[in-house]
C-alpha cells in the first residue's frame, strides 16, 4: 500500500493537477506570505494596506476551493485505492486458503500412493514367493511321484 500511495498516486497527482498546481504556486505562495502578516497582531502602522488584504483575501478563498476540490479528489482516489487494496488482501487470503487445502490434498494423496506403492511390492514378492514354493512343491511332488513309481516296480519285481 505504502508504494502504491506514495509512487502511483504521487505519479498520478503530478499528472492531473500539475498544470493547476504550477499555476496556483505563485498565488499560493503569495497567499502563504501574506497571510502570515494578516495574521500578525493589527496594528496602526500595518505595512499592508486594507485594499490589499481584500484582494489577498480573495486569492485565499479561490485557492481555498481549488484546493479542497484537488484534496477531494485524492481523497477519492485514495477511498478507490484502499477499497481495491482490500478486495485484492481478501482474494489473497481466500488463495492462500485454497493453497493450504490443495496441498493438504496433495500430501494426502502422496501418502496413499506411497502405501500402494508399498503393498504392491510387498504383493508382488509374496507372488513370487508362491511361485517358488509352487515350483518347489512341483519338484517334490514329482520326486514322489518317481519314488512310487520306482517303488511299485520293486514290488512287481518281488512279487
Request: one cysteine or more; aromatic letters at 4%; a negative charge.
Amino acid at each position: 500500500m505504502e508504494g502504491l500511495s506514495r509512487g502511483v498516486l504521487l505519479e498520478r497527482m503530478k499528472e492531473e493537477y500539475g498544470s493547476m498546481l504550477s499555476t496556483e504556486n505563485s498565488s499560493i505562495a503569495s497567499s502563504a506570505s501574506t497571510s502570515r502578516r494578516i495574521e500578525a497582531p493589527e496594528s496602526s502602522c500595518s505595512p499592508v494596506p486594507k485594499l490589499h488584504q481584500e484582494a489577498v483575501s480573495h486569492e485565499e478563498h479561490g485557492c481555498s476551493g481549488r484546493c479542497k476540490v484537488i484534496v477531494q479528489r485524492i481523497m477519492e482516489q485514495v477511498r478507490t485505492e484502499t477499497e481495491q487494496w482490500s478486495q485484492m488482501q481478501e482474494m489473497l487470503e481466500q488463495v492462500r486458503e485454497e493453497m493450504e487445502e490443495l496441498n493438504s490434498s496433495r500430501d494426502f494423496w502422496e501418502d496413499r500412493a506411497l502405501d500402494s506403492e508399498y503393498l504392491i511390492q510387498y504383493l508382488r514378492s509374496a507372488v513370487e514367493e508362491w511361485k517358488q514354493k509352487a515350483v518347489s512343491s512341483n519338484d517334490k511332488a514329482n520326486e514322489l511321484q518317481a519314488q512310487v513309481v520306482m517303488l511299485k516296480e520293486e514290488i512287481h519285481s518281488k512279487i
